[in-house]
């Protein structure tokens, strides 16, 4: 009896090997497990034994049914599994997903403004229009300073204003405009163009985007001003960066720094970049001068602040490795989606 | 600006551990940038002095056979051509390996062993310009090596040690000095390190009592001169200037003329005072400062003449004899044969002094001073450094007479300053001996009383530099050292923000732009005037005065014309892409901001749709203020008046427009294939919802049906009516949908097969199928009636 049982296990897996369709798996389920099958038709003939043995061939059998299904029902999901094959070269580059991009300089502006958001600073923004009261009065440059008559703000001959009016040379100007909306504490970030007359190489354009930080309080101790450089500089960079202030002098600042970082191309051991020194000068800052306070309506013996203004396509180029200030008006798309 | 460390130490003992690399680091962080060290002595590495002790000619040439003694460098064979050489002399020779310039070589040469004539050659005996010494040992006729007539040093000596060019120089940023007018002379700076490093400033030199003369002088005029000097020095010889101070002069830049001209350079570069020697018997007195009449002008020694008419001049009873603070002219110059010299020691108008110079179009180490405001008491000092080194050089001359006019001596400044005051902008204390430590070291005088401090600017820092309690503090900190501060975090009351806390709308337009595919470009604000004709509004636009090019002298009113530049930039790169930019705008001569994208590709059709998918998902997903497109728009401009809308606010302003870009814009902006369809949106005349303005709907309970419909009809017929007459058919209708059109075959010319889909539903139950049979029959006919509409 057991025989038979070993023997008909062997002739199911061979005939399950053998099937290829689901029909022809079918046709063994009907064959074997069927009603007229000849797994049932054994279990019939259990009758004609003795109880012992009955008993011991009834638990081959049945173990033989169980077995008989499960290899069944395996090879139906086997046969079904093969038919989904498809034949694809893992290998080949990814397909191109159609998204735009912002510009770097744009991206980079905004990443700032969620730092600066961080802080509670809000994100102002003036016009690129201006006169020479906010560009140069206000920001206490002397009547007679230089730096009004030189060529390189770019002057407006046909103005309805009468007073002489210009595409802004810097933003430092529009921090009054703001300031005169409402009186201090003031916490704001100001980004925007700035137009210069320059002869443009690959290290001078004549439109160039700055970000400026002011915050004006009453009591700002000029470490403080760490805070604004530390957070433009990290989130630029990633990570922290050593800086440093010296002393320099601007008309609308008092005192007034030159805000260097360790250079990142040597890492602070001198290099051809940063001219052997380690240090490369990133941003001007300082404590807004008592006249540039007063243009704005605020009270220099009451409040007093802290700003910095930095060049975005300066820190852009250092942190992508850009060598060419030009790319960013040029707009070669090529250039462009290198920075999504 | 150039400043020798060996000539600092005249004036303090800097340590001699401090390298210059330390001082160049102190003195960036502490005042002014320093940009680098030089060291002047490394370029005459190989040269020492040697001694000639035998000359023979070399037969049938013009050379010598010259032994030169060279010390502990031996006796050394050199053949040598110069006319001067004779035995007796002392000169520079340059052992193998040193590197020099020979006239004519072009290239630096490095010195060999050499055969000439069959002789050896162990050197070669130098001419100053073959060295980089021309300042120092001034080429006077004809040309021959240096002759070391007046230098104390033995043969074999380093050259570079025995002329003093063992010396560091720093390279000043002169730009970091503009509000430091006393730092620009190496008194100034001494001064500086003696405050830096606690040191103490030597003595410096007094006049003593000059005879008085009152002729000298006439009334200079108050209004362009502070303060005028004139001193004559009698029984004078026109020489060379010592060695010494040549090399000096020459280690700061300066060429060495004649010890006249030298002295007033080595002053000026020693206390910041410039000054000017008259050859006295060229003079008729007084001497006196006016303007400029018309019709005047200045001879000057290269033989130009410039008008100086109303500029500020030092005239005698003759003429006008220099611009003054900016140059001398020709006449009444110092000569060899000169031996009374008349010297004017003065100050002038700062302001005046920068106009003069820049209408000469003269820069000079003068000007460049009295620019920045130099102190009228700053001649006391460069008269007496004058007076002392005349009594040095040449003790046989004779101050005679001096005269001092004084129209606006420079006032001290005075100032209170409280400690708390300091305490607050600094973040942390400093004691009253503290600051006043510090400032008495930069020359002010210092009064406690209780928190205040009473001060007293010196003059040298009284012409504008100091004048508020703020540029105490930056005099406290930057002695203090920036670096030794700890960090303070500002403290701030919490308190409401001056403006709801959301992202501009320029942001949110740039983003929502970016997320349908466009890329970002930013283009000039000024335009090409040829692009003029493609747009709205070519009036009335603001002009450059000194623009990038004539051609571009105008500033943009739109942005579309310079995107579809940037279109044209890239098509040759791919087929089909977008770009857009939001940026300010000018038109009518007024700023405004604006919003623009592009879109090329083959097929108007889809580019149309996909721009108005743009536009609509902008109005959607900024929650702005509801716009209406209204088909058309006519006059001039980039867009075919045949495919645009309109964009009009509620309020019936316009906003902008989308549109197709017609052929001559195309060709004006180099587009060479492909469609574009472009829209520009003022930004400044979009509204946002002070929120979100989203209201939930249900969903439906029941299922919706629905069916698809076709119908050729004429190209008349917008889409825009029918959809209008379709919605409010049967109050079971939820929507209707474009499906797609087709033209081409099988459709008559000037038709369309339109397809549709029309959505059903009712909120109580759901539809039957008789029930949307029925609406489907109202659709066909209603098709039918309003458009003649033939259903496919
Ligand atoms: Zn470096």
Not at chain 2, 517 to 526: H, N
Request: contains cysteine; proline residues 6%.
């Amino acid at each position: 009896m057991s025989e038979s049982v070993d023997t008909l296990r062997e002739r199911l897996q061979t005939a399950l090997s053998a099937a290829t369709s689901g029909e022809a798996v079918e046709q063994i389920r009907v064959d074997f497990l069927g009603k007229k099958g000849v797994i049932t038709a054994l279990l019939k003939s259990l009758g004609t034994l003795d109880p012992e043995a009955r008993r011991q061939a009834g638990q081959a059998i049945n173990s033989l049914k169980v077995d008989a299904q499960a290899a069944i029902d395996e090879r139906k999901e086997a046969l079904l599994d093969a038919a989904d094959g498809v034949v694809i070269d893992v290998t080949m580059p990814g397909a191109s997903v159609a998204v735009g991009g912002l510009h770097p300089i744009t991206r980079m502006m905004y990443d700032l403004d969620d730092a600066f958001a961080a802080l509670n600073f809000e994100v102002y923004q003036g016009p690129e229009i201006s006169t020479e009261d906010f560009e140069f009065d206000h920001m206490n440059f002397p009547p007679d300073h230089p730096a009004r008559e030189s060529m390189d703000t770019y002057w407006i001959g046909n103005a309805s204003d009468n007073r002489p009016t210009c595409l802004r040379p810097h933003l430092t100007g529009g921090s009054v405009r703001r300031m005169l909306q409402g009186p201090p504490p003031y916490r704001f970030v100001y980004p925007g163009h700035v137009y210069r007359n320059e002869t443009t190489d690959a290290r001078h354009e004549r439109a160039f985007v700055q970000y400026e930080a002011l915050i004006v309080d009453r009591d700002v101790p000029f470490t403080a001003g760490k805070l604004l450089i530390d957070t433009i500089l990290e989130t630029v960079f990633g990570r922290p960066v050593k800086t440093r202030m010296r002393a320099g002098f601007f008309p609308f600042v008092e005192p007034g720094y030159e805000i260097d970082m360790e250079c990142q191309v040597c890492g602070g051991k001198g290099c051809s970049l940063c001219k052997h020194v380690g240090w490369l000068e990133v941003m001007p800052g300082g404590v807004p001068h008592p006249n540039v306070l007063r243009a704005a309506g605020v009270d220099p013996d009451q409040w007093t602040g802290f700003y910095v203004n930095v060049g975005l396509d300066r820190l852009v180029m250092m942190r992508y490795g850009i060598d060419d200030v030009r790319l960013f008006h040029g707009g070669d798309l090529r250039f462009l989606r290198q920075f999504r | 600006m150039k400043v020798s460390i060996e000539w600092l130490r005249d004036y303090v003992d800097l340590p001699p551990d401090l390298t210059p690399e330390r001082i160049m680091h102190d003195l960036t962080l502490s005042t002014v940038e320093v940009e680098g060290v030089e060291y002047p002595g490394r370029a005459l590495a190989g040269l020492v002095v040697g001694a000639v002790t035998a000359v023979e000619p070399v037969p049938g040439t013009h050379l010598h056979r010259v032994m030169v003694d060279a010390g502990a460098q031996g006796q050394r064979q050199v053949v040598c051509g110069a006319a001067n050489v004779h035995v007796g002399m002392r000169s520079v020779l340059a052992l193998p390996g040193a590197t020099i310039a020979p006239k004519g070589a072009g290239a630096p040469l490095k010195v060999d062993v050499v055969e000439m004539r069959g002789l050896r050659s162990e050197g070669v005996l130098c001419a100053a310009d073959e060295v980089g010494l021309e300042a120092v040992f001034p080429v006077s006729g004809e040309r021959g090596i240096i002759d070391l007539v007046d230098v104390v040093a033995s043969p074999g000596d380093d050259l570079a040690g025995v002329i003093g060019f063992d010396d560091a120089v720093l390279e000043i940023d002169n730009k970091s000095l503009t509000n430091r007018p006393d730092l620009w002379g190496h008194v100034g700076l001494a001064r500086e390190f003696a405050a830096i490093y606690g040191l103490v400033l030597k003595p410096q030199p007094q006049s003593g009592n000059l005879p008085e003369r009152t002729d000298l002088l006439g009334s200079p005029d108050a209004a362009l001169c502070n303060r005028f000097t004139a001193t004559v020095f009698e029984n004078v010889e026109v020489t060379t200037a010592p060695l010494w101070m040549r090399s000096r002069l020459a280690r700061v830049g300066q060429r060495s003329i004649d010890l006249w001209v030298d002295l007033t350079n080595y002053v000026m570069f020693a206390t910041g005072q410039p000054s000017h020697a008259y050859d006295q018997a060229e003079l008729s007195f007084p001497l006196t400062v006016r303007s400029g009449r018309a019709g005047e002008v200045l001879e000057l020694l290269d033989g130009s003449a410039p008008d100086v008419n109303g500029l500020p001049c030092i005239a005698d009873g003759t003429d006008v004899l220099a611009a003054a603070g900016v140059m001398g002219g020709a006449r009444s110059g110092v000569s060899d044969t000169t031996r009374t010299i008349y010297l004017e020691m003065a100050s002038f108008d700062a302001t005046l002094v920068r106009r003069s110079s820049q209408r000469l179009g003269l820069r000079t180490e003068a000007s460049a001073r009295f620019e920045k405001a130099v102190d009228s008491q700053r001649i006391d000092l460069g008269l007496a450094h004058m007076v002392d080194l005349v009594r040095t050089i040449q003790p046989q001359a004779r101050v005679t007479g001096h005269q001092d006019v004084v129209n606006k001596p420079t006032q001290r400044t005075s100032l209170t300053v409280d400690l708390s005051f300091i305490e607050a902008r600094l973040g942390k204390r400093f004691g009253a001996s503290a600051v006043t430590r510090a400032l008495t070291a930069l020359g002010f005088d210092c009064r406690e009383a209780g928190d205040s401090l009473h001060l007293t600017a010196p003059t040298w820092r009284s012409t504008g530099d100091i004048s508020l309690p703020a540029d105490i503090v930056e005099e406290v900190a930057r002695l203090h050292g920036y670096d030794n501060f700890a960090f303070v975090p500002p403290r701030i009351d919490l308190q409401r923000l001056p403006r709801a806390r959301r992202l501009p709308l320029d942001r949110r337009l740039r983003e929502q732009l970016v997320a349908t595919g466009l890329q970002e470009v930013f283009t000039y604000p000024w335009t090409d005037e040829a692009l003029l004709p493609i747009t709205m509004a070519p009036d009335d636009l603001f002009e450059l005065s000194a623009p990038p090019s004539p051609a571009q002298r105008f500033l943009r009113p739109e942005l579309v014309p310079g995107l579809l530049e940037v279109v044209a930039r890239n098509q040759h790169l791919e087929e089909a892409f977008g770009v857009f930019e939001v940026g300010a705008i000018f038109p009518g001569r007024r700023e405004a901001r604006s919003l623009a994208a592009a879109l090329i590709g083959d097929d108007p059709q889809s580019l149309f749709a996909r721009a108005k998918g743009v536009l609509e998902s902008l109005v959607r997903n900024l929650h702005l203020h509801p716009i209406q497109l209204r088909v058309g728009r006519h006059g001039q401009g980039w867009y075919d008046e045949h495919a645009v809308l309109t964009v009009v606010a509620a309020s019936g302003e316009e906003v902008g427009l989308l549109g197709r870009v017609n052929a001559r814009a195309r060709r004006a902006t180099g587009i060479k294939r492909g469609d574009v369809v472009a829209l520009e949106l003022r930004v400044d005349r979009l509204r946002e919802y002070a929120t979100r303005e989203n209201r939930y709907t249900p969903l439906p309970i029941y299922p919706e049906t629905g069916f698809d419909l076709t119908f050729v009809l004429a190209d008349s017929v917008l889409w825009q009516s029918v959809y209008e007459a379709l919605s409010p058919v049967d109050p079971t209708v939820r929507a209707v949908h474009w499906l797609g059109e087709y033209r081409g075959k099988g459709i008559e010319t000037g038709h369309r097969a339109l397809s549709l889909r029309v959505t059903l539903g009712r909120s109580d139950r759901t539809l039957t199928a008789e029930e949307a049979e029925s609406v489907r029959q109202t659709v066909i006919n209603r098709v039918r009636a309003d458009f003649a509409g033939v259903q496919r």
